[in-house]
């Protein structure tokens, strides 16, 4: 029998940072992924946003998240020497006028200003008659190469990986056990996953859809959003996302969704363009749209590591580190993001 100090369950964005924080922490980890392609993960358009919605609200802990992503991020490529954090302007376009006074209004505040570049009066290549917010610190991520990336670099710091088949660990004598390894720790990273183990949670998962499209002679130096995001991805293939669909909860790719989204592009956007593409996944929602850290109400060796939702890329490198906190310096967990909010 092989003890570790922690056994993870998933290897998604959640829980690739959560195992390399710890194994860089030089704590014997193991992971056990499901290795399934709905995972939201492996689909995720990987936009880093500091300020979004509606309202130009700031992030939850917006300049904490968005420092330690930088940091994080950049030493897991240099570690494992591939590519996959691009950082690029995002650049808002005000939608009309009443909005644009809210927003204009909104950018001396000091959980936004460290964030806006510049105020634009329009944006060429786009349907923006009444400006736009340019904001720095923000970008894509390409999900599936640090997905690859964090495997090696696990792998590397001796981080065992095993496809993990939906068979429940055992717990015996105070270890949780699959096949031939064992841990004190049970850490729950698996998404979707995760709602077997908390039946009366407060999980609301989530479809969501979206397109990858060709389009000769739009700027691939920025991030455009409007009526939905335009996120380059090289050879004039762009990501057009994304929707929100919490009645159907499965991978079907539908007519529906794509007619919505090239909708809504063609609101800002006025090239012509291919979709080339689609993609479905299904997102670890909360329902108030907080992640969910923290220890099982019924047995306090289950740990939550979850719920990060559509903000994955940008909060888990400094999720990961409040966790660690937790786990080994008995630092309490923000209340907003503990999983004891909802077992009061």
């Known amino acids: 029998m092989y003890t570790f100090e922690a056994i993870i369950i998933g290897q998604g964005i959640a829980g690739s940072t959560l195992g390399l924080k710890m194994a860089l922490a030089e704590k014997k980890v193991l992971i056990y992924d499901y290795q399934q392609n709905e995972i939201s993960s492996k689909v995720a358009a990987g936009i880093f946003n500091p300020v979004s919605g509606k309202r130009f609200t700031p992030a939850w802990r917006a ?48 959980r936004i200003a460290p964030f806006v570049d510049e105020v634009l009066d ?5 349907n923006a008659p009444n400006g736009a917010i340019a904001l720095k610190m923000g970008g894509w991520m390409d999900t599936k190469t640090y997905l690859h990336a964090a495997y090696e670099v696990l ?18 004598d105070g270890m949780f056990r699959i096949g031939e390894t064992q841990a004190p720790l049970l850490i729950d990273c698996g998404g979707i996953y995760s709602m077997k183990r908390f039946p009366e949670g407060p999980f609301t998962p989530m479809k ?13 130096d920025r991030i455009v959003t409007g009526a939905c995001f335009l996120c380059p991805i090289g050879g004039h293939r762009f990501l057009v996302g994304s929707t929100y669909d919490w009645r159907n909860i499965d991978l079907e790719l539908t007519d529906a969704a794509k007619d919505d989204l090239v909708e809504r592009l063609e609101k800002f956007m006025p090239l012509p363009f291919e979709v080339i593409y689609q993609q479905a996944g299904i997102r670890p929602s909360v329902k108030d749209r907080r992640p969910l850290l923290g220890r099982h109400p019924e047995n306090p060796n289950i740990l939550l590591f979850n719920g990060l939702g559509s903000k994955g890329v940008s909060t888990a490198p400094y999720l990961a580190e409040l966790f660690m906190d937790y786990l080994y310096n008995e630092q309490p967990l923000p209340p907003e993001i503990d999983i004891a909010r909802f077992f009061k």
């Open 63 to 110: 300049m904490e998240c968005f420092e330690e992503l930088h940091r994080f991020y950049g030493k897991i490529e240099e570690l494992s020497g591939r590519k996959f954090l691009h950082t690029k302007p995002i650049v808002r376009i005000i939608p009309d006028p009443g909005t644009g006074n809210d927003w204009l209004s909104r950018i001396s505040d000091p």
């Open 122 to 126: 329009d944006v060429p290549g786009f």
């Open 155 to 172: 792998a590397g710091n001796g981080v065992l990986e095993y496809p993990y088949r939906m068979v429940e660990p055992e717990y015996v």
């Open 208 to 220: 969501g859809e979206i397109l990858t499209i060709y389009c000769e002679g739009l700027p691939n």
